[in-house]
């Protein structure tokens, strides 16, 4: 059974940094692992993002503030906020994208981790 686990969220004024950080228990690798965030009345929407390889892709928000990185040995992975502004107030949720020898992807899901932002 694959489990996420985030862990570093908080309030923070603007200009501020977090850096939030999830855990995949279980043996699987995974193929890819990100970030993605919900404020209150908008749809989910992707943060960041990294293969496995070490490419990343991060939304045009938070492009040079926001750097997202991963250990695949211990199946982990970061994000780095940097010039946190209220418009980054959300819940943080981690994902994972596992791929089987069929190609079929698995995603999994972290509880969520509020972050707020204070102007």
């Known amino acids: 059974q694959v489990q996420l686990v985030e862990s570093g969220g908080g309030l923070v004024q603007a200009g501020g940094s977090l850096r939030l950080s999830c855990v995949a228990s279980g043996s699987i690798s995974f193929n890819i692992m990100g970030w993605y965030r919900q404020a209150p009345g908008k749809q989910r929407e992707l943060v960041a993002a990294?293969?496995?390889?070490?490419?990343?892709n991060y939304a045009n928000s938070v492009k040079g503030r926001f750097t997202i990185s991963r250990d695949n040995a211990k199946n982990t992975v970061y994000l780095q906020m940097n010039s946190l502004k209220p418009e980054d107030t959300a819940v943080y949720y981690c994902?994972?994208?596992?791929?089987?020898?069929?190609?079929?992807?698995?995603?999994?899901w972290g509880q969520g981790t509020q972050v707020a932002v204070s102007s």
């Open positions: 994902n994972a994208v596992a791929r089987d020898y069929t190609f079929r992807e698995y995603y999994y």
């Open positions: 990294a293969n496995s390889g070490g490419s990343t």
